[in-house]
């Protein structure tokens, strides 16, 4: 943000806007262009040209500021100069010295015409260091100047408006050099000359910095207020823009999210109005993040849109990852033929750089996750073992770890154990090897391996399902110790070890109960009973299939396989009377289910 863009501003009132989401959010997509009916007067072409500015559409800007210049009002000195100072800026930010002389010379005569000497005795003397940032040399330069000045004022008891310009720029040096609190007292300064001179154009602009200074230096309630001043005072389009952004940031961090929605959504159109397009993409991500924390999914979903759109329009690379967490917003909402479509076509048209490559894996990754649902399990093993090697050659290590594990669990799933072996043990290997360890990702690897090759009968896996546990001890959760002592159990029975079955299915039960799992508690008891039925404990067998139901609201399905293990367990004791008792009941709830 340029020094110039900061001390200048004009025009349009903030319009109250209190419309319904969706429709709004639906307008911003029909009216992506913005705006672009031509301004009537100079001070209407002043405020296009900042907007320009701003949006770093210079070419743009320039052609504002010159009808402006042409237009009713461009021969009032103050709009002259103004139109002048943007034309000059707009060339100095291209790097365009030569372009940005003449517009320069025209502002000195005219302020030498105005008996405005000092001002462009400064101006000539200091020339494009007040229209950019300036360099550290030029910085000290400003400073100097800066103390030379307000003596003057000091002396002469008089407020000037070139004070507050050097101000401005010298903020903008300090910010970069020392950080925000050393430069707060400067652009209070600036604003307080503004004020003092009446200059509403140029203090909305310092107002804006001076917001942001706040911020930093995190003097939040005083940032907020500053940026109220300036949405209700006259300032163009984008100056309003970046206020309610602000706002948004502000009630989002101090968990204000109704808030934070209407100025994230007031951003996003003054933004896009104003053909802002960084603006408008970063508002409309922020507005997607806060209605998915209010479940807001086709509000979640249309934001994102908006922000994918404003990217692609200014093009710039945030649209990928912005189109990327759209696609995952459209996964959490199950809407995979939608995700499908934009996780494809975002995989398609990624390039070869180590950043797109780590981009379009994410993509393939959810786009997996799409087609799975969509029953294409082998369209979704193409796209994970592209994942993991894509991950694997911008070496990160943990993704392509987690995409050999979603491609191994599918590989079981269709009961291609060789393949799902081949992709657990890639993973183990590298989850092993990462420099940054996530023991969360090497518990999955270890659980995943371990639970095949148990189920292949090999007893190496049971030493894989240990090691998982003493992690999930150290830094999982309580249903995660229930879920790998549950596979420990399946583990001890396929290898043919009955007694370790039960006692783990019965610890695994306790576990789950623990972590308020009920339901699969109660799985987990049934499972021990039938382990121990093929024991022949049916006695002992009898007690936990009835206990796995009595002691906790069972769902239906949990209820008929007790009932079913309980009455073979009754049967086999020669309790045929109660075994027929407990069949009737089986039928009525069979009938329930169907029904």
């Given amino acids: 943000m340029s020094a110039i863009l900061r001390r200048h501003s004009i025009g349009v009132t903030l319009v109250q806007m209190t419309s319904p989401l969706i429709p709004r959010l639906t307008a911003l997509l029909e009216a992506a262009g913005g705006t672009t009916v031509p301004a009537d007067d100079a001070a209407g072409w002043l405020d296009l040209a900042?907007?320009?500015a701003y949006g770093e559409r210079f070419r743009t800007a320039a052609e504002a500021a010159e009808a402006g210049l042409r237009s009713p009002g461009g021969e009032d000195p103050e709009n002259r100069l103004m139109l002048l100072r943007i034309l000059a800026g707009v060339h100095e930010m291209r790097g365009d010295?030569?372009?940005?002389?003449?517009?320069?010379?025209q502002r000195l005569s005219l302020l030498r015409e105005l008996g405005r000497f000092r001002q462009a005795r400064v101006e000539d003397d200091l020339g494009a260091m007040l229209l950019r940032e300036p360099d550290r040399v030029e910085g000290e330069i400003l400073s100097r100047v800066a103390e030379d000045l307000r003596a003057e004022d000091q002396a002469s008891g008089n407020v000037t408006v070139e004070l507050a310009d050097v101000l401005s720029s010298l903020a903008v040096r300090r910010l970069q050099d020392e950080g925000p609190e050393p430069t707060l007292p400067l652009v209070q300064e600036a604003c307080a000359i503004l004020t003092a001179l009446d200059r509403p154009e140029a203090l909305a602009g310092a107002r804006m910095f001076l917001a942001h200074t706040l911020l930093l230096s995190g003097e939040i309630a005083e940032a907020l207020t500053t940026a109220g001043l300036v949405l209700a005072a006259p300032a163009n389009r984008a100056v309003h823009g970046a206020m309610a952004m602000l706002q948004a940031t502000i009630h989002h961090h101090e968990d204000r999210n109704l808030e934070a929605i209407e100025s994230a959504l007031r951003s996003v159109e003054l933004y896009a109005a104003a053909r802002v397009r960084k603006g408008a993409a970063s508002a409309a991500a922020l507005l997607a993040g806060l209605t998915g924390e209010e479940d807001d999914g086709e509000a979640s979903v249309l934001a994102w849109r908006v922000?994918?759109?404003?990217?692609?329009?200014?093009?710039?690379?945030?649209s990928r990852l912005l189109s990327l967490a759209l696609g995952q917003q459209l996964l959490e909402l199950d809407d995979y033929p939608e995700a499908e479509k934009v996780l494809d076509a975002l995989s398609v048209r990624l390039g070869g750089s180590a950043e797109d490559r780590s981009t379009r894996a994410r993509a393939l990754m959810g786009l997996g996750h799409a087609v799975t649902h969509l029953k294409r399990p082998l369209e979704a093993m193409s796209h994970w073992n592209e994942a993991a090697e894509l991950f694997s050659e911008v070496q990160e290590t943990d993704e392509a770890a987690r995409a050999h594990l979603a491609a191994g669990a599918l590989a079981a799933s269709l009961d291609r154990l060789e393949v799902a072996r081949g992709h657990y043990e890639r993973g183990l290997e590298l989850v092993e090897h990462s420099e940054d360890l996530d023991p969360l990702v090497l518990l999955q690897a270890l659980h995943s391996l371990g639970h095949l090759l148990t189920r292949a009968e090999d007893q190496t896996g049971i030493d894989h399902l240990d090691r998982a546990l003493a992690l999930a001890r150290e830094h999982g959760t309580t249903w995660q110790r229930a879920d790998i002592t549950?596979?420990?159990?399946?583990?001890?029975?396929?290898?043919?070890e009955g007694t370790k079955a039960v006692a783990a299915g019965l610890e695994a039960a306790d576990l789950f109960a623990e972590a308020g799992d009920e339901d699969a508690a109660g799985d987990a008891e049934v499972f021990a009973a039938k382990v121990l039925l093929e024991m022949g404990r049916a006695d002992e067998a009898e007690t936990i299939f009835r206990m796995s139901t009595d002691e906790r609201e069972a769902s239906p399905a949990l209820m008929a396989d007790a009932l079913e293990?309980?009455?073979?367990?009754?049967?086999?004791?020669?309790?045929?009377?109660?075994a027929a008792d407990l069949r009737r009941k089986l039928?009525?709830?069979k009938r329930r289910m169907r029904s």
């Fill in 486 to 496: 549950d596979s420990l159990a399946r583990g001890w029975t396929a290898l043919g």
């Fill in 587 to 589: 039928t009525r709830l």
């Fill in 50 to 52: 900042y907007e320009g």
């Fill in 565 to 578: 293990g309980q009455i073979e367990a009754l049967m086999r004791q020669g309790k045929a009377e109660a």
């Fill in 307 to 318: 922000a994918v759109q404003q990217a692609e329009l200014g093009e710039f690379r945030e």
């Fill in 97 to 105: 010295s030569a372009a940005s002389a003449p517009f320069i010379a």
